[in-house]
């Protein structure tokens, strides 16, 4: 399939998407269509807010990619004249005024274009800003997150109002489980300004009165309490909540879980407007202050689970493209929950893929590879946060003319060091995982080279390799999305031993640190930054084999390369002339990649998009710059549909090995894949 097929074929799987059939009508709607909605300043007057995200909420609105149209209505036109008053109210714009629209039929009268004509007025100010009732030993916390003051002009009442549920979250993170927070506004039309109060309720710091659990059909009611981390006469808080949720949903046993307290708390939808809380008239005293609640210090906790199904069979494809090789892939795993016993599982995984290298010099460019696994699962190995395992794997992989085959077996551990974030859905934790894995390994294909080659590039003797192997990782990631993140970060630190000592046993170090980093700028654009290395250390006289050997490039690396071919490289030339010359990447034993990545994906929106920097270099010694800096630049679409994150990047390669490319050089490279950006 070509580029540009690949292409047409994505595209018209979203077009695809975008027809739907009309709802039924609503009282006074019409069959006459929205062709458009402008909104215009009146004369004199300006339209200061973005109003981008106004334009879907409308009541009438024309036909979009991934948005239904809507039908003239006179009662959708009021309301939407109310809504779009509100809208600027939100701003500071209390006074503003929107005329009635201007109505422009066609000539049948079966579609009219809509203009609303906005007078803004005078911005309203900023006038006081107080925090009432926040305990003494807070109060500093609290106020650190108000982040406007008296006397600003940019006034958004809507986010004004959201700080009192990061308020109240903070004191229930600290143990007290029925804090609550309200917030006012009140408007002053005579001096244009907006006074914004915080009311704390926090309540007394709770703690576990009783435990229940909810849903559980397969897995103990005693199994769940011990593993949600939770006892009865032990302080109770959101944390501990949270905390107990992600250690439930780790263990692989339930598709989700909930923990409920008795507490005097309200949950809000994400996304939801907000009111600034409801307060009644008597929670108020004569001075206009907020009478405490008398609330008890023991609550009752219940535990909610929904259990994942027994056998679960996830299929998936993929393809990947870049400037040398096209992949596709079909992969599966297959959960059996609880085979053996609660929390005793059972996963098989398959992956098969045909890979096709329409670039380059080998002399065999196709070639079937795919992996295989099994692995059995304890959660809760004699304590509460420890989990084994024990895996026997089979992977295939193609390199450029030749294959990498390896059968590994071992018992691992993992361990949360730290749950995830609860605000971040995706959020993993702080993990540590080690297994202790023998190796058996074949170069299948490799070539031939001669002893001065395999010395000068370290080079395994043999094409078959086997012995142990320690692994380890420590991973912290607080990413918001694991796809195409907009903030938050990830730190890994990898490492692999390999003792050898033994014949066809090769002694190995690799350590691979890595780092992501993302800082938001607005809702929908993003900075994002990756820098990762890999070293391999302690190698002796056998030299060191292609699994430990360090290759980078394509889709998910650096795209100035196609996959593997980021590497140190052996060069066998085969007349004395040098015009028939075979390059073949061997892997390095250092590699540098890193990425800085500015990133525009609009919220619940299906599209996106990415300017990027490309930085790499690998060498055999332990600088991966040795031979220079590779460079590259580019932009990239991102398509966000269902559960296929696709991303077409265009990229150009400035630098190879400090060398500057010219367009004989062939540096123009397209790159798609599916799957996680970093």
Same mark, same amino acid.
């Given at each position: 399939?070509?580029?540009?097929?690949?292409?047409?074929?994505?595209?018209?799987?979203?077009?695809?998407?975008?027809?739907?059939?009309? +709802?039924?009508?609503?009282?006074?709607?019409?069959?006459?269509?929205?062709?458009?909605?402008?909104?215009?300043?009146?004369?004199?007057?300006?339209?200061? +807010?973005?109003?981008?995200?106004?334009?879907?909420?409308?009541?009438?609105?024309?036909?979009?990619?991934?948005?239904?149209?809507?039908?003239?209505?006179?009662?959708?036109?009021?309301?939407?004249?109310?809504?779009?008053?509100?809208?600027?109210?939100?701003?500071?714009?209390?006074?503003?005024?929107?005329?009635?629209?201007?109505?422009?039929?066609?000539?049948?009268?079966?579609?009219?274009? %809509?203009?609303?004509?906005?007078?803004?007025?005078?911005?309203?100010?900023?006038?006081?800003?107080?925090?009432?009732?926040?305990?003494?030993?807070?109060?500093?916390?609290?106020?650190?997150?108000?982040?406007?003051?008296?006397?600003?002009?940019?006034?958004?009442?809507?986010?004004?109002?959201?700080?009192?549920?990061?308020?109240?979250?903070?004191?229930?993170?600290?143990?007290?489980?029925?804090?609550?927070?309200?917030?006012?506004?009140?408007?002053?039309?005579?001096?244009?300004?907006?006074?914004?109060?915080?009311?704390?309720?926090?309540?007394?710091?709770?703690?576990?009165?009783?435990?229940?659990?909810?849903?559980?059909?397969?897995?103990?009611?005693?199994?769940?309490?011990?593993?949600?981390?939770?006892?009865?006469?032990?302080?109770?808080?959101?944390?501990?909540?949270?905390?107990?949720?992600?250690?439930?949903?780790?263990?692989?046993?339930?598709?989700?879980?909930?923990?409920?307290?008795?507490?005097?708390?309200?949950?809000?939808?994400?996304?939801?407007?907000?009111?600034?809380?409801?307060?009644?008239?008597?929670?108020?005293?004569?001075?206009?202050?907020?009478?405490?609640?008398?609330?008890?210090?023991?609550?009752?906790?219940?535990?909610?689970?929904?259990?994942?199904?027994?056998?679960?069979?996830?299929?998936?494809?993929?393809?990947?493209?870049?400037?040398?090789?096209?992949?596709?892939?079909?992969?599966?795993?297959?959960?059996?929950?609880?085979?053996?016993?609660?929390?005793?599982?059972?996963?098989?995984?398959?992956?098969?893929?045909?890979?096709?290298?329409?670039?380059?010099?080998?002399?065999?460019?196709?070639?079937?590879?795919?992996?295989? %696994?099994?692995?059995?699962?304890?959660?809760?190995?004699?304590?509460?946060?420890?989990?084994?395992?024990?895996?026997?794997?089979?992977?295939?992989? %193609?390199?450029?003319?030749?294959?990498?085959?390896?059968?590994?077996?071992?018992?691992?551990?993992?361990?949360?060091?730290?749950?995830?974030?609860?605000?971040?859905?995706?959020?993993?934790?702080?993990?540590?995982?080690?297994?202790?894995?023998?190796?058996?390994?074949q170069q299948a294909g490799f070539p031939n080279f001669d002893a001065a080659t395999r010395d000068a590039f370290e080079l395994a003797d043999e094409d078959t390799y086997l012995g142990g192997e320690l692994q380890a990782s420590l991973i912290f990631d607080q990413r918001d999305n694991p796809v195409e993140a907009l903030s938050g970060y990830l730190l890994a630190l990898r490492s692999t031993f390999s003792p050898g000592g033994i014949d066809r046993w090769n002694r190995y170090l690799t350590v691979a640190p890595e780092g992501r980093g993302f800082l938001p700028l607005t809702s929908s654009f993003s900075l994002g930054l990756r820098a990762q290395g890999s070293w391999v250390f302690l190698q002796d006289d056998q030299g060191v084999p292609l699994g430990p050997r360090l290759f980078g490039g394509g889709a998910f690396g650096f795209r100035?390369?196609?996959?593997?071919?980021?590497?140190?490289?052996?060069?066998?030339?085969?007349?004395?002339?040098?015009?028939?010359?075979?390059?073949?990447?061997? *892997?390095?034993?250092?590699?540098?990649?890193?990425?800085?990545?500015?990133?525009?994906?609009?919220?619940?929106? +299906?599209?996106?998009?990415?300017?990027?920097?490309?930085?790499?270099?690998?060498?055999?010694?332990?600088?991966?710059?040795?031979? *220079?800096?590779?460079?590259?630049?580019?932009?990239?679409?991102?398509?966000?549909?269902?559960?296929? +994150?696709?991303?077409?990047?265009?990229?150009?390669?400035?630098?190879?090995?400090?060398?500057?490319?010219?367009?004989?050089?062939?540096?123009?490279?397209?790159?798609?894949?599916?799957?996680?950006?970093?």
């Open positions: 399939m070509t580029e540009r097929r690949l292409f047409a074929f994505v595209l018209a799987g979203v077009l695809a998407t975008t027809g739907c059939e009309r +709802p039924a009508k609503v009282p006074g709607e019409t069959d006459i269509v929205v062709s458009s909605v402008t909104l215009e300043a009146a004369p004199g007057s300006e339209l200061t +807010p973005d109003y981008g995200p106004l334009m879907d909420r409308l009541g009438m609105r024309p036909k979009s990619l991934v948005l239904p149209g809507r039908y003239y209505s006179e009662f959708r036109e009021h309301e939407d004249r109310r809504r779009i008053e509100a809208f600027w109210q939100n701003y500071g714009f209390f006074d503003v005024v929107v005329s009635a629209p201007q109505r422009v039929f066609d000539e049948g009268e079966t579609s009219v274009a %809509l203009t609303w004509t906005i007078s803004e007025n005078e911005r309203y100010r900023v006038g006081e800003v107080q925090l009432k009732q926040a305990p003494d030993e807070y109060r500093e916390a609290l106020a650190g997150m108000i982040d406007f003051a008296s006397g600003d002009t940019e006034v958004d009442v809507e986010r004004y109002r959201l700080l009192r549920r990061d308020m109240a979250d903070h004191l229930r993170r600290e143990g007290f489980g029925h804090a609550r927070v309200y917030s006012r506004g009140f408007v002053d039309h005579d001096r244009k300004l907006i006074h914004f109060f915080y009311y704390v309720d926090e309540g007394p710091k709770t703690k576990v009165k009783s435990l229940v659990v909810e849903g559980n059909v397969k897995v103990p009611a005693e199994t769940i309490i011990e593993r949600s981390g939770l006892e009865e006469g032990q302080p109770f808080s959101w944390n501990d909540r949270f905390d107990g949720e992600f250690y439930l949903l780790d263990s692989g046993a339930f598709a989700s879980t909930f923990i409920r307290a008795d507490v005097d708390t309200k949950f809000y939808v994400p996304g939801d407007a907000d009111d600034g809380g409801e307060i009644k008239d008597e929670q108020i005293d004569e001075n206009g202050d907020l009478i405490p609640r008398d609330l008890p210090e023991a609550v009752d906790v219940k535990i909610h689970v929904v259990e994942a199904p027994s056998q679960q069979l996830r299929v998936r494809a993929g393809v990947e493209l870049d400037p040398t090789r096209i992949d596709t892939a079909l992969g599966s795993r297959l959960w059996l929950r609880n085979l053996f016993g609660p929390l005793h599982h059972l996963v098989l995984e398959g992956r098969i893929g045909y890979g096709y290298l329409y670039r380059g010099d080998t002399a065999d460019p196709t070639g079937l590879y795919g992996e295989a %696994l099994i692995r059995y699962l304890k959660p809760m190995f004699l304590t509460q946060k420890l989990d084994f395992r024990l895996t026997a794997r089979f992977r295939d992989d %193609l390199y450029p003319g030749f294959h990498l085959r390896e059968v590994t077996a071992g018992p691992g551990f993992r361990v949360a060091l730290l749950p995830g974030r609860a605000e971040s859905f995706y959020s993993t934790g702080l993990f540590f995982d080690t297994d202790l894995l023998f190796r058996w390994g100035g390369f196609g996959r593997h071919r980021l590497s140190p490289e052996v060069v066998q030339c085969f007349d004395p002339a040098g015009a028939a010359c075979h390059r073949t990447p061997v *892997g390095g034993l250092s590699l540098a990649e890193a990425t800085l990545e500015a990133r525009f994906l609009p919220p619940l929106k +299906p599209y996106g998009a990415v300017v990027f920097g490309d930085l790499g270099g690998a060498d055999v010694s332990a600088n991966p710059f040795s031979n *220079g800096v590779s460079l590259a630049a580019g932009l990239g679409l991102r398509l966000r549909f269902w559960y296929l +994150p696709a991303a077409f990047d265009f990229s150009y390669r400035i630098l190879a090995d400090n060398e500057l490319q010219k367009p004989a050089d062939d540096p123009f490279g397209v790159f798609f894949r599916i799957g996680e950006a970093f």
